[in-house]
Each structure stands twice: as C-alpha cells, then as structure tokens.
C-alpha cells in the first residue's frame, strides 16, 4: 500500500502547486480578503473534491468522458458560474473591500458556496482523476471504491495544507498592496480578470 501512497502524494502536491484554476483563486481571494476568506475559500474547493471522487469511484465520470454533449454542458455551466462571478466582482464598490463593512458582507457560506460550486463545475478534475487515480490502486482484486476514497481524502489533505499556506503567504503580501491607493480597484479588476480567464481555460 505504501509504495504506491508514497508516489500518489508527491504527484499530487506537484500537481496541486502547479498553477491552475483552483490555487489562482485561493490566492487572488486572499489578496482580496485575507488569509481567513482564503481559507474558507480553500475548504470550498477541497470539498468539491468529494463529489469528483465519487464520480469517479462508481464509474459516472467514465459515462461523462464518453459522451461529448454532456462534458460540454457541464463546462458551458462552468463557465457561465464564473463569468457570473466576474459580473458580482464588477458591481461591487472596490473603496469597501478592505473596510470591516466590506468583509462582513461576505458570509462564511457564502465564500465557501461559491469555492465548492467552482470545483464541482470544472468537469476537467473529474476527468483528471479518472486518469490520475486508477494507476495508484494497490490491490485492483479489493475493494476499488474503498482506494478510491482514500486517494481522493489524501488528496484533499494536501491540498488543503498547500492552498491554506497560499493564503497565509498571500494576506501577507496583500498588505503591502493594500497600503497604496487605488489597492481595492486593482484587486477587483484582478479578480475579474482572473474568473474570465479560468472560465475560458474550462471551455478551452
């Protein structure tokens, strides 16, 4: 079991530090926000991961990958869930994000509705994992659901660690942005650049 763990985790924690959708966002949020939206918004992804792992663990995401129409509504739906993000972004007023009004607006389930939904509409990690998950199996003749939730709950853990610690590093850095003027107009405009481009890099 162990000597397929071992390598399982050190291609997930290279994966999950390569730059892609999810980690963008955990930082741009807490660039925004602070280390403690980043993390709520982290807890959102990785729980998302739950519902990939599963599709995967019974075989719906094989059905997904094989039918071309339905793994293209799931993206378009991906992709219009962020370009709607963008939209509440643009229609917000930047001179409040950092005040105590601002941040209170946005509720802790709120931010971790919007991390959740993001992850479980990005039908590409599904389709990672169906490639991913399979060639760490330690015993194919067991129980394959059970190693597939143990993967997937590993790789939840790490990347949990990983995106929390993108967070911490980036309120740090955020502060410093913060101290200039025009610091909330630059960070929303971020935000929006970034949904859009996330959006077309699911489409794409």
Known sequence: MLDQIIPFLTASILLTFSPGPDIIYVLVRSMAYGAKQ?????????????????????????????????????????????????????????????????LNKRNSFSIFRKGFIMNVLNPKVGIFFLAFFPGFLWDPKANTVLQFYILGLLFMLQALLIFSLVAVLSDKISKYIKSHPKSGLFLKWMQIVIFILIAGLILL
């Open 38 to 102: 980043g993390f709520i918004t982290a807890l959102g992804l990785v729980s998302g991961i739950l519902i990939h792992t599963s599709l995967v663990a019974f075989g719906v995401s094989a059905i997904i990958k094989q039918s071309e129409n339905i793994f293209l509504i799931i993206k378009i739906f991906g992709a219009v869930y962020l370009l709607y993000l963008a939209w509440q972004v643009y229609k917000s007023n930047p001179d409040i994000a950092f005040t105590s009004e601002g």
